[in-house]
């Protein structure tokens, strides 16, 4: 133990030297040892022109409180982190980086005195036992989903990666959907032909469905302020919103579509005292295009690897107008 206090004062000297000449603005140095007899703390004051030495020995009967005392700092790191999670900036993410090196270096601590003190391990709740394996933003994500196109349900899917954390590339596809109609309505005609009666109630017309259709473009999301009662959104939303992880996004790209446009006719037809009911329809053309998109939407996480949206998006096909919600679940790895 001797040799070992007398390491730890050179080496503080060495450190302490080196901190004088290259930052100034150090003042303090605190070196903690974990031994089996207990935890050392050596703290060297620089912030005066003669060096101060101190040196605080807590044996293991004191190492329980300084358990509990590294859990209160883990707790208040993983706070930070979420905090910096949120904000989402270039700056952010950087800092985000030097505090997983703090907060990985802590844990080691934390385990270290585990060791010691086996019967502590209980205080951990789950909130931060999650935490200590807390991993960094995942960069690709996939989603499913289903809307309404007209008066059509549709399902989407779509997959995505973050450039950064607040901006992705996306793409996917949505199934097909009628987007026009035009029909004639329903008419009563009646007659003879040949000596024999007829009669004919149909309706025919002209109607253009997509194909299933292709999307490329981008997402850009930020966190949403908090909410107050007089800021007016729905309850629910600022109740949502009482733990700052609402987000809200904007999107765009390009949707590319294909469309077959048929004729349709469905009806009753009595001829001689015989009813036919003939109902279908018969493609007789085709077209493609792209049209821009855009919209934008709510994003709720549900783990740490889950969330939902809810989005309403524009855009057209064929000259048509089309617009609509639509909700979806993603996941992220």
């Excluded at 446009?261 to 792209?290: E, H, M, Q, R, W």
Aim: no cysteine.
């Amino acid at each position: 133990m001797k040799n070992q206090t007398i390491l730890i004062l050179v080496v503080s000297l060495l450190i302490t030297f080196s901190l004088k000449l290259y930052a100034e603005e150090v003042t303090k140095i605190e070196i903690i040892v974990y031994t089996n007899d207990g935890v050392e703390s050596t703290i060297i004051d620089t912030n005066s022109d003669s060096l101060t030495l101190s040196t605080i020995s807590q044996k293991s009967k004191n190492v329980s409180q300084l358990l509990i005392s590294k859990y209160a700092e883990l707790e208040d790191l993983i706070n930070q982190i979420r905090i910096l999670n949120k904000q989402k900036g270039n700056n952010e993410s950087q800092l985000i980086i030097s505090k997983y090196a703090e907060l990985e270096d802590l844990k080691n601590q934390i385990r270290i005195l585990n060791n010691e003190n086996k019967e502590l391990v209980p205080i951990m709740n789950s909130a931060l036992t999650d935490s200590l394996n807390t991993k960094k933003q995942s960069k690709y994500y996939l989603s499913t989903g289903f809307g309404k196109v007209k008066n059509d349900v549709v399902a989407n899917f779509l997959a995505g990666y973050k450039l950064f954390p607040n901006l992705s590339i996306e793409g996917g596809l949505i199934t097909s959907a009628e987007v026009h109609s035009i029909s004639t309505g329903n008419e009563t005609e009646s007659g003879t032909t040949d000596g024999k009666a007829w009669s004919m109630d149909a309706n025919a017309g002209l109607k253009t469905t997509t194909n299933t259709s292709y999307l490329l473009g981008v997402n850009y999301s930020v966190p949403l302020p908090n909410l107050t009662n007089n800021v007016p959104f729905p309850k629910f939303l600022r109740n949502l919103q009482s733990d700052n992880n609402l987000d809200f996004y904007s999107k765009a790209g390009v949707l590319f579509w294909g469309v077959d446009y048929s004729l349709f006719l469905n009806g009753t037809i009595i001829f001689d005292g015989v009813t036919y009911t003939p109902n279908g329809s018969v493609p007789f053309a085709k077209s493609k295009g792209s049209d821009i998109y855009y919209g934008i939407g709510l994003s709720y996480p549900l783990t740490n690897e889950a969330s939902i949206r809810t989005e309403y998006a524009k855009s057209k096909i064929a000259g048509v107008k089309i617009g609509g919600f639509s909700s979806s679940i993603v996941f992220e790895f």
